[in-house]
């Protein structure tokens, strides 16, 4: 069964850059997976941040930003801030209408 | 502004039917350009796509879930539905309905979620 692997936690200081990443159990993520990411904050829709590996979704600030790291699917936040403590998702397209979402990653800002 | 609003019973008995319905205002749901899905997540746990479906009728589902699940649509209504059958306390969640950009495109737009709880 693929699975789709998300660091647990990861923790940047304010104004710091920080890079989750997005896996595969079994294979190398490129643009293929279309990639897309998303922020939860409890007690709010979820909110759409990039889209198909490096597209950002409309209103969403450049800090936010989108690519392939190595094998894997990247997130890159600049410039943190204190309202970027959140939940971050990622969903990867693995084809015939089948998509999957990763474990999730809680992002704390201290 | 496209909106999206998730609506149903927030009780549902264990080995019944789970039914939720989307309604989308603000645009058209038979747009060629878009599909439309079905997301849940339970009490501290992760996201879980459930699956989606096109104007048409086309549909494709988690093949965790494919053997419980139905999705439809009413295009009259702008309105599309979720049915997951023989419901355990696993399935209480936070169901969400979303647009997505295309098959394998990510979701854009999202309802606010609807906490749907399986108890007897």
């Known amino acids: 069964q693929t699975v789709v692997t998300q660091e647990p936690s990861f923790s940047v200081s304010p104004g710091g850059t920080v890079t989750l990443t997005c896996g595969l ?3 190398s993520v490129s643009t293929s997976y279309y990639a897309s990411w998303y922020q939860l904050t409890p007690g709010q829709a979820p909110r759409t941040l990039i889209y198909s590996t490096n597209t950002r979704s409309s209103g969403v600030p450049d800090r936010f930003s989108g690519s392939i790291l190595g094998n894997k699917a990247a997130l890159t936040i600049t410039g943190a801030q204190a309202d970027d403590e ?4 990622c969903v990867l397209y693995m084809g015939s209408g089948i998509s999957i979402f990763g474990g999730g ?3 704390t800002v201290l | 502004q496209l909106q999206l609003q998730e609506s149903g019973p927030g009780l549902v008995k264990p080995s019944e039917t789970l ?3 989307c309604t989308v205002s603000g645009g058209s749901i038979s747009s060629s350009s878009y599909y439309w899905g ?6 501290g ?3 879980e796509w459930i699956g989606n479906i096109y104007y048409s009728g086309s549909t494709y589902y988690n093949p965790s879930l ?6 439809s649509v009413d295009t009259s209504k702008n309105q599309f539905s979720l049915r997951l059958s023989s419901v355990t306390a696993a399935d209480t969640a936070v169901y969400y ?11 854009d737009y999202w309802g606010q979620g609807t906490l749907v709880t399986v108890s007897s």
């Open chain 1, 25 to 27: 159990s079994s294979d």
């Open chain 1, 86 to 89: 959140s939940d971050y998702y």
């Open chain 1, 105 to 107: 990653t809680k992002l």
């Open chain 2, 19 to 21: 039914s939720l319905t």
């Open chain 2, 38 to 43: 079905w997301i849940r997540q339970p009490p």
């Open chain 2, 45 to 47: 746990k992760g996201l």
């Open chain 2, 66 to 71: 494919k053997s419980r699940v139905t999705i």
């Open chain 2, 97 to 107: 309905c979303a647009r997505r950009l295309g098959l394998p495109g990510g979701f």
